[in-house]
C-alpha cells in the first residue's frame, strides 16, 4: 500500500493525489504539516510534504513523488514510452517548479497568507501573467503540454492553475490555457484531488486546512 505524508490542501501534496487518481492506485495519506504539524519520526529531514513511501522505498520533493508515481505505474500513460515525451513532460515540469513558481507563490502567499491587496501585489501579478502567457503560447499548438495526451508533466501546472483561476486578481486573455485548464476540470481525478477550496485570507486557510484533515 502507497503511502503519502502531506496536508490535503498543500498543492505539493495534491500533485501526488491527482496522479495517484489518474491511475486508480490504492494509497493511505496521513496529514502532516502546516497547522498540522510534524511528527518525530517523519521520514524527511527537510520538513516538506509530500512524502511517498511505497514498501522500502521513501521519497520525496513533490515532482520528484509524481516522476516515480509515474514511471512505476503508469508507464503508457502518465509515463509515455517513447523517449520524446516524457523528456518534454519533465522540460515543463522543470520550468514550472524554477520560472513558474517563483512568479505564482510569492502571489498566491501574499494573497491569501499574508492579505496583502492588489496594488500591493501589482509587481506579482505582472510577473506571474508574464508566465502564463509563455504557457499559452506553446498550447496554442498543443492540447496538453508534451502532445496530445496528459502526461506527468500537466500535472504541477494543473495543480497551481486552478488557484491561478480562482484567485481575486485580473488576469491577462489567454484563451488557450483556458482551454487546457476546462479539459483537466472534466477529469475526475482533478476534481477530487485538486479542486479544494483554499478561503480568501489567511483565517480560512487554516480553517479550510483543518476541514479537509481526515478526507482520504
Known sequence: MISVLGRRNSANVQKLMWCLGELG???????IAGSLG???????LNQVVPTVMDGDITVWESNVCVRYIARTYGVGSLWPDDPKTPSLADQ???WHRGNFSNAFFPLFGGKIKMGK????LKNEISNCAAQYQILDQHLADNA??????????D???????YRYMTLDIERPSLPNVERWYQALTERPAFKQRVMIWYGTNAEEWVAEEKKNANIQ
Do not use: C, K, Q, S
Open 144 to 153: 496538453y503540454l508534451a502532445g496530445d495526451t496528459l502526461p506527468m508533466g
Open 155 to 161: 500535472i504541477p501546472m494543473g495543480t497551481v492553475t
Open 25 to 31: 492506485l490504492e494509497y493511505i495519506r496521513e496529514d
Open 38 to 44: 510534524f511528527p518525530n519520526d517523519y521520514p524527511n
Open 117 to 120: 491587496d492588489n496594488d500591493a
Open 92 to 94: 515543463w515540469m522543470d
